[in-house]
């Protein structure tokens, strides 16, 4: 069975463009958080969505969205970069709570 | 890939002996612990968990004490293997539903032959 899927898994973007990150959850699982987790830190929650729903978001800007399909797949968009977006995003799939991550995007601003 | 704890404390311990790494948490209202293991260039990975109607969970090797007097984790690893060198984060979070995971700083564990 296939674990939380991510796309792509690196990614080099300009300052001003604008991203967007892919998650597939595991089958059956119908909640999908996004965290970001810049380097040599913790991950920090940006969004957690439910049935295509949003169910939570953390203290990030405007800039960030997100949107859950009725496949439960998931994006993430970013837009107008800076530098300080660089970072590992991460996606996490959950079914009664618990939460299994996957591999991460890895972005990349210049 | 790109280590996760380039900057984080460094626990080095020989090969065999056991570990501890220790973790604060900050929500009284928090009820449900996870303790992650994330290697480089990898995502969190689940060791095991706790409930706050429990102060100590065992599984193979690992062992977690959860304090809630003091909000205090700590994660025992038995008979430490260089397999286990990676970061590990604890997370707190609030159970009933779908709720966000707050993670620690992380301490990266160092394995030594």
């Known amino acids: 069975d296939a674990g939380v899927t991510q796309s792509p898994t690196h990614l080099i973007k300009t300052r001003g463009q604008h991203v967007t990150l892919r998650c597939s959850p595991i089958?059956?699982?119908?909640?999908v958080s996004w965290y970001q987790q810049v380097l040599g830190q913790g991950p920090q929650f940006i969004f957690q969505?439910?049935?295509?729903?949003?169910?939570g978001r953390g203290n990030f800007p405007d800039r960030f969205s997100a949107r859950q399909f009725p496949n439960y797949s998931s994006e993430l968009n970013v837009n107008a970069l800076l530098l300080g977006d660089s970072a590992l995003y991460l996606c996490?799939?959950?079914?009664?709570?618990?939460?299994?991550f996957g591999s991460g995007t890895r972005l990349t601003v210049v | 890939g790109e280590s996760v704890g380039l900057h984080l404390p460094t626990l080095s311990v020989q090969e065999g002996d056991n570990s501890i790494i220790n973790c604060a948490y900050s929500n009284s209202a928090s009820d449900y612990f996870i303790w992650y293991k994330q290697e480089s260039g990898k995502g969190p990975q689940f060791i095991i968990d706790?409930?706050?109607?429990?102060d100590k969970r065992q599984g193979q090797r690992v062992t977690v004490l959860l304090n809630k007097t003091v909000k205090h984790l700590s994660l025992q690893i038995a008979a430490t293997q260089p397999g286990d060198s990676a970061v590990y984060f604890c997370a707190e979070t609030t159970s009933g539903g779908y709720n966000k995971l707050i993670f620690g700083a992380g301490t990266r564990l160092a394995v030594h032959p």
């Open positions: 089958s059956g699982h119908k909640s």
């Open positions: 969505y439910y049935e295509k729903e949003e169910r």
């Open positions: 706790i409930r706050s109607n429990m």
């Open positions: 996490a799939s959950s079914l009664t709570g618990g939460y299994t």
